[in-house]
């Protein structure tokens, strides 16, 4: 029997190495990332962060696998995050997921760099600015908050 996908792309997680075997049905054989797509980010968003994060903001990308000293931040946006807490299977922690695309601006900063699934990246997501002052006074303003709450 030939297996053909549906269109072309990358295979990656390959579930199937012996030839002649017997699949049981409904078993995937394979995940394609299609050729024609572009890709995509996966972010690992804190469940502490989530409030201040939303769809369409804007984010700063950086593969770790280029050289840092010659590869620039990558603008993304953010595309999606899922409807509700994920647990990460082998360190417990909860998480929500941010899908991150590249802007344009960010496809042009790339080059001639070329990206390939599953390669590792940081994703900073531009929660708004503030001052130096507020950055350092937050902490205790929130503290101090807290403390005066009767029980």
């Not at 579930?15 to 996966?42: F, K």
């Not at 050289?67 to 990460?88: C, F, H």
Request: no cysteine.
């Amino acid at each position: 029997i030939r297996v053909r996908a549906p269109e072309a792309g990358m295979v990656l997680g390959m579930q199937v190495h012996t030839v002649g075997g017997v699949i049981a049905p409904g078993t995937p054989l394979l995940d394609l990332v299609p050729a024609s797509e572009d890709l995509v980010v996966d972010a690992q968003i804190s469940p502490i962060d989530i409030d201040r994060i939303g769809v369409g903001k804007l984010t700063d990308i950086r593969f770790s696998a280029f050289k840092s000293a010659s590869t620039p931040v990558i603008e993304g946006r953010l595309a999606q995050i899922s409807a509700d807490r994920l647990v990460n299977e082998q360190t417990g922690v909860p998480y929500y997921l941010g899908r991150v695309e590249l802007t344009e601006k960010g496809r042009q900063a790339l080059g001639d760099l070329s990206l390939v699934p599953g390669m590792p990246a940081e994703v900073l997501i531009n929660t708004g600015e503030r001052t130096l002052l507020n950055y350092l006074v937050q902490p205790a303003t929130n503290a101090f908050a807290r403390s005066l709450i009767e029980d």
